[in-house]
């Protein structure tokens, strides 16, 4: 187990506020207001870290920023095509999923990730202003 400094433990506390699934940068704006003399080099190693050790969930997709989430057990997530604005989706987690993987698989299933991509509402107004003013 990962020990709990107090640098950890603010990210954590500045973590578990939020539910925006915060990037690095935006949690190093939070966490730099109770710790000025905190580096984004430091708030990125402990993420990495604390994600590791299942303190924290990373939310990695290719070619986009990785965000951070202090709700560690599965569930869904929709992203946004547009902004890139990442939401919790409350909808049950599907374990009949991983029953059906196992039986096709000689994998040992761990686990599995469900991302949803969609257009969140500040996007879709104003993709409806920009099309009305053309
Ligand atoms: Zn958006
Ligand atoms: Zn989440």
Known sequence: MLRLTTQRQVILEELSK?????TANELYDLVRKRL???GLGTVYRNLELMADNGMILKIEVG???KRFDATTEN???IRCAECGK????DIPVLNNLVAQAAAT???QIIGHHVEFTGTC???QQRLAREQAAQ
């Open 18 to 22: 939020v539910t925006s699934h915060p």
């Open 36 to 38: 000025p003399r905190i």
């Open 63 to 65: 070619g986009t920023q």
């Open 75 to 77: 569930h869904y997530h």
């Open 86 to 89: 990442v939401d919790d989706l």
């Open 105 to 107: 698989t000689s994998y």
């Open 121 to 123: 509402p500040a996007c």
